[in-house]
Each structure stands twice: as structure tokens, then as C-alpha cells.
């Protein structure tokens, strides 16, 4: 048995905001770590200095603690194998891609853009199986495999540009197995000569990723699909350094609701759905994207979600907290095929979250809308109104809408419904409800639902035609919860009150 610690790292470059798939490789790393009592590593790879943006490493940051997603080492936590930055760790990487020159793995190449865009070109007019720089074409190139020891040196120490590129063996077939997709086949001819030095001193990500890898001993490697191209190369890799190489596990992408290609960083809000879990100013065009946070989204539907994503339990259950997704978590459940994202299914989930939490709780967050309407409510009336309008809504910003009859009172009345609903012994009807109602003496729901029931019995009055008439007084127009719940609420005195005002401007309507 294998009683290695299992390790696993998420390792996105700060070159913007994480979307949707990024937070679900990390939450699926997180999953995974947790389920087999692992360690689950933060590593930022930011070798690329060009792609840097500001504010991108804070971010990723903010999201995965918005997660709930924790990890045991990283940057700003330490750990280790620190540091955990890759531009930290520079010195490191020369070492290793020296190794390989050292083994005849690799090798130097001094061929400036414009040679190495003349090869591009001749290889394409050629129609050449491959067009890349590779085990066909570096022959004919400016690099160690071509030049003397003595032209090598001298350039080198002259000062010329150069890279370091893998030298990629020559027709070979490369076979390995990835826990989602089974086993890879790919001849190593197909493959290009991958750059794994860069003229500016800092290696490529693939360079960079393996030797972090390796010396973070991490077990199992669980990224987005869009690396499996790349999977050949870090292993033939793993194996000129002679290092064992981690399993790996490639997942599904994330597709757009229609199916139609991949839900991308730039399909931004144009879908009608934030792709980004927070929002995301972008400092270069001052751009804002929408995120899940600010959208009105709990933290842990949002999670539920993104497990959802590629993943499923294998029952009937669709609810999970952070906790039960740990203990079900396994990557075999993970299926090959691209998910969906489903907008509509994400707000369902919101939904059944939201109903969780008590009254209290949303009450407070509603209390926050409320103030800045300007309405000042109690705490306890807050909550009275969220308990009963709460399934109504998918989030905290949808209850003014549900519940805004509770706060104000109807500023005008819904014309069509008067129109339909209002007869010539409405007034007279309401009037005799009114006054039953002023002797009511405990105004609860059930009460008054008792009540209202014997005074149409004894009058002979169809439920539903004095029903919508005080639901227009009332409320305005006929939407909301039931309506001996709102009266309860309202109480008794501003329910008379809304009728008599109601009484009186709907016969102005008639005018
Ligand atoms: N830095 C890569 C990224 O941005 C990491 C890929 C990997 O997990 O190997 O996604």
C-alpha cells in the first residue's frame, strides 16, 4: 500500500480574475486533499511577465476565501516547500533546465523571431506534418545541436539571446494514463520542441510546473482539460529528470449553456450570467464584470454549483454542503464530457440555500436594502415579513420586490384589475368588512381567515370576489403571499386605514 501523503496544489497564473472553472479546479484539488486527509497547496505561477495583472494574485485570494476553499500552504501562509511564488522561486529552475542540457535532454537555440518565423513559414508552404521547432526542424537551426562547443560558448558569453528548449525524442511513443480519461497515446513526433528557458530568465510554465511539482512532492496533479495537450510533454519531462511523476487527472470543461465551446473569461456578462465568483475591474480598460458575490449568491450554493460542474454523486441527492461533498468526493465520479453551465439551475440552487437560513439571518441582510431606501423597520417585523415572502425569491435583492406592500402603501392600483375585478357593491362590501374587522381583537392570520370566512357565508359572498378586492386596497394590485398573512402583519389599524384610502381612490379611477 501507498502510504505517501497525498498532495495537491492549485496553480493558476495571476494574469487576471479566476472564472468559474478556475474556482472548480480548486475546489475539486480541495475536495480531493480533504477526502484523503491530504495537503491542498496554493501556488501562484507567474513566470510569465508579460500576462502579470495587478490585482490578480488578491483576487484569487478573495475568491477562494469567499469559498470557503482553505489550504494548508501557500503563499501568505507559508509552509514547507515555500516560497510558494514562483517568481520567488527563479533561481531554481535555471538549475534544472541546466540539468537537462548536462543529460542531452536539452539545449540551447540562438535563433532570433525573424529565423524562427522564416521556419514557421517554410514548413507551412511545405505543408510539413509539423510546422513547429522539433526533432525535424531543429536540425537545420541555430542552436547547440548545430553549432560547435566554441560558437556555443562564445555567443553565450557575448551575450546573445538564447532559450533553452526540450529536446524532444524522435518518434517515440508516449503512453500514459489519466484517472478521467484513461490512457494517452501520442508519438513524440507530433510534439514540438517546447521552450523551457526564456531569453528574460525565467523559465516557462511547463518547466516551472514540473520542477514545483517535483520538489512540493505532489501526488496526484488535478487541472482543466485545456492542459491535456500538454500532458506528453511533462511527462516525457518528469522522465529525462528521472523524477516519478504525479498522477493526473484532466477534467471536463466547462461549456456554455448552449453547449457551444467553452464558458470563457471574455464571455464576461454577455450571457447574461456572471463568470467571475467576485467582481472584477479591470485595471487596464476599467472594465467592471459581474460577480457571483455582489450577484446575490451564497458562498455555499455557489460551491454546490461548481461541484456539480463535471461531477456528480451518483444518487438522487443535490444538495451538499462543503462537508458532505468531501466525504463523497471522488475523481472517478468525474466524467469526461464538457458540463454545461446552467444559469437557471444556478439560481435554483441560490434558492434553496436562501430557505435555509433563518429569518434572522436574511432579515439582517434585507434590513441593509431596506436602510438604504430609506425605510427604517424592526428587526423582528423584518423578519416576520422575510418568513413569509422568502420562497418567493431566489435572493436577498428580490424580496423588495415580494414584500415592498409590507414597507409602504400602494402608491397606485393595478387599472387592468380594478377594471376586471371592481363591481358597483365593492365599496359597500368592504365597508361591511371593515367594520368587522374593528372588532376583531386578536388580528392574527388565523383569526381573521375564520372571521372573513362566517361574514361571506352569512352574506353569501363568493371568496374570491372579496378577496381581490381587499388584496387591491391593500396590496395595489394582485400579487404577494396570502392574504391573511399580510394583514396579520400589517396589523389592524393600517389595514382599515389602506382600505378606506384604497375606497377612496379606486372610485377616483372611475372618474
Ligand atoms: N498555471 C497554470 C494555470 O494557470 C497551471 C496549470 C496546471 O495546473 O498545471 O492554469
Redesign the pocket.
Known sequence: MNTKEIRVRF???P?GPLHIG?VR?ALYNYLFARNHGGKFILRI?DTDQNRFVPGAEDYILESLEWCGIEFDEGIHKGGPYAPYRQSERKEIYREYAEKLIETGDAYYAFDTPEELDALRKKLEREKAVNTSYSSLSRKEMKNSLTLTEEEVQSKIESGDDYVIRFKMPENEETRFQDIIRGEVIVNSSTLDDKVLFKSDGMPT?HLA?IVDDHLMEITY?I??EE?LPSLPLHVLLYKAFGWKSPQFAHMPLTLKPDGKGKLSKRDGDRLGFPVFPLEWKNPQTGEVSSGYRESGYIPEAFINILAFLGWNPGTEQEIFSMKELIEAFSLERVGKAGSRFNPEKAKWYNHQYLIQKSDKELAKLYQLVLKEKGIDASDDYVAKVVGIIKERANFVKDFWDQSDFFFESPKEYDRKMVKKRWKENTPEILNSVCKELEIITEFTSENLEVKIKEFLEKNELGMGQVMTALRLTIVGSGRGPGMFDIMELLGKEEVISRIEVGLQKIRNLFR
Open positions: 496553480a493558476p497564473s494574469t478556475g479546479t505561477e510554465y510546473n496533479v487541472r482543466g492542459w
